[in-house]
């Protein structure tokens, strides 16, 4: 069973529209982090969290808002989706901030906004 | 600042040649650690090797090597032999003080 599971795997929306992505982990991490990836710029931080209720941004965080209410789900909303944020996003766990134990990743969401 | 750079945008080799892929990187943490992934063109992140700082031991897993250099701030990564299989896209990262910062990737071919 995969430790960490994002949802949907694919989803088209209209310009405009809000999107919130998911990312369920059975691990128990304390840290999440969302990134998204593009073609010639690799992945990007939008946003991480450091426990529940306890969310810090990225690098590119305009645009995106998150939430965790719950240790196990970290959400990803766009309000307002823009073509710009087409790209695939992937959502990672990890136990220590550091890097210490490693990062696991989830397989991604394609997020296409026409 | 943190910063990783790979030069190298893509390299197409033919099967059995071997490659390195270069990795640069900039911290001015004395303790961080450094991660290779790859991405297949199926989409996922797969977890190649995780190096922390205090250990510049050089790292040989079957067909792959890493060569950590902290006086030239350097985690290059080799494939001997390539084959057809390690046709993907490949990113170095860095992590100090809780971001994990990218690369933005090699994409490597293997030509049979």
């Known amino acids: 069973d995969a430790g960490i599971t994002q949802s949907p795997r694919h989803k088209v929306t209209e310009t405009g529209t809000p999107v919130t992505l998911r990312c369920h982990q059975t691990?128990?991490?304390?840290?999440m982090y969302w990134y998204r990836q593009d073609p010639g710029h690799g992945l990007r931080l939008i946003h991480y969290?450091?426990?529940?209720?306890?969310?810090d941004k990225g690098e590119v965080s305009d645009g995106y808002s998150v939430s965790r209410s719950k240790t196990e789900d970290f959400l990803l909303t766009l309000e307002s989706a823009t073509s710009s944020q087409t790209s695939v996003y992937f959502c990672?766990?990890?136990?220590?901030?550091?890097?210490?134990?490693?990062?696991?990743f989830g397989s991604g969401t394609r997020l296409t906004v026409v | 600042a943190q910063k990783v750079t790979q030069a190298q945008t893509e390299i197409s080799v033919v099967e059995k040649e071997d490659v390195t892929l270069d990795c640069v990187y900039e911290?001015?943490?004395?303790?961080?650690?450094l991660f290779w992934y790859k991405q297949p063109p199926s989409g996922e992140l797969v977890f190649l090797i995780r190096?922390?700082?205090?250990?510049?031991q050089n790292e040989i897993s079957g067909r792959y090597s890493w060569n950590f250099q902290k006086s030239t701030s350097s985690f290059n990564f080799t494939i001997t032999a390539s084959q057809v299989v390690d046709s993907a896209v490949y990113f170095c990262?860095?992590?100090?003080?809780?971001?994990?910062?990218f690369g933005k990737g090699t994409k490597l071919s293997v030509k049979p």
């Open positions: 990262a860095l992590s100090a003080q809780g971001n994990l910062i």
């Open positions: 911290t001015r943490d004395t303790t961080y650690y």
């Open positions: 969290s450091y426990g529940v209720k306890d969310t």
């Open positions: 190096r922390n700082s205090f250990d510049e």
């Open positions: 990672a766990i990890s136990e220590s901030l550091t890097g210490l134990y490693g990062y696991t």
């Open positions: 691990e128990n991490h304390r840290y």
